[in-house]
């Protein structure tokens, strides 16, 4: 019986040394999309400089920044609170259409 308490603790205590492993690992991938994200948004800020306002279809480039920084702030967000519960209801959804047709 001794014998299986110390290999029950040593599963215990392999187990939560991963999750917590596993919890600074995904910090760390947040982390690192944050600086995608922050690359991504220079890009389409300089999209935006060479787009044609006389193009008969224009591309919403506010609508894009605007759904970037949601995500930004989300991830943020949860760095930052990580153990407060989501509320369906607070999510911001990003938009689904990013074109523009003139008439």
Do not use: C
């Given at each position: 019986?001794?014998v299986?308490k110390t290999?029950?603790?040593?599963s215990?205590i392999?187990?939560?040394t991963?999750a917590?492993a ?8 947040l ?6 994200l922050a690359?991504l948004e220079a890009?389409v800020?300089?999209?935006?400089a060479r787009?044609n306002a ?8 506010e609508i894009?920044l605007?759904?970037?920084r ?6 943020t967000?949860?760095l930052?609170v ?5 509320v ?13 047709h003139?008439?």
């Amino acid at each position: 019986m001794r014998v299986f308490k110390t290999i029950l603790f040593s599963s215990l205590i392999a187990t939560s040394t991963n999750a917590a492993a596993d919890v600074w690992a995904e910090r760390e991938a947040l982390s690192n999309i944050q600086s995608e994200l922050a690359a991504l948004e220079a890009l389409v800020l300089n999209a935006r400089a060479r787009s044609n306002a006389s193009d008969r279809t224009q591309f919403d480039y506010e609508i894009l920044l605007s759904d970037l920084r949601k995500i930004q702030h989300g991830i943020t967000h949860h760095l930052t609170v990580p153990m407060e519960p989501v509320v369906p209801s607070t999510i911001d959804a990003l938009s689904v259409n990013y074109t523009e047709h003139k008439q």
